[in-house]
């Protein structure tokens, strides 16, 4: 099983660009959103609150993922998550399903195409093309920054 300065080591080897970087600091974190979005508006019909349904299905075997990989980083991800679960269910609410779902569709396909263009630039193909689980690891990646930069332990 691989570390988490593995799988670290591994998505950045990809991305060294600055440009590319810059576009993943944006992209990354939109595209989890937007999924997390997305998955919100799979109509699941279990207990009256709303809150369990495929986006916080697919969260919690998001956070088991990271649990394995690093314990600081799934605080990271419990914290980050639920405020993306939170406010998409505001949106989902307040905007209506239809409207919402559209919006999170041109959302996610225009920073999918941003990601792709900072990969020519790159000159590399994305990481998940090589293993899915890199699509786990992108947002771990960046926030592994993060923690550096405030002086926290991620592994």
Not at 80 to 104: K, Q
Not at 105 to 127: C, D, R, T, Y
Not at 131 to 139: A, E, K, N, R, S
Request: with cysteine; proline share 4%; glycine share 8%.
């Amino acid at each position: 099983m691989k570390t988490v300065d593995d799988w670290l080591l591994l998505y950045g080897r990809d991305h060294q660009n600055p440009t590319n970087k810059l576009i993943h600091w944006f992209c990354v974190p939109v595209i989890m959103f937007t999924v997390l979005g997305l998955l919100w508006c799979i109509p699941l019909h279990y207990g009256t609150s709303g809150w369990i349904n495929a986006a916080t299905i697919f969260y919690a075997f998001a956070l088991i993922f990271y649990l394995r990989l690093s314990i600081p980083l799934f605080a990271g991800f419990l914290v980050i998550g639920g405020i993306m679960l939170y406010l998409n269910s505001l949106l989902y609410n307040s905007i209506g399903a239809e409207t919402y779902l559209y919006i999170l569709i041109g959302v996610f396909v225009f920073a999918w195409i941003l990601q792709f263009i900072g990969h020519k630039i790159e000159g590399q193909k994305p990481s998940f093309f090589e293993d899915m689980q890199f699509l786990l690891i992108g947002p771990a990646w960046l926030m592994h920054f993060v923690f550096k930069k405030m002086g926290i332990k991620y592994n």
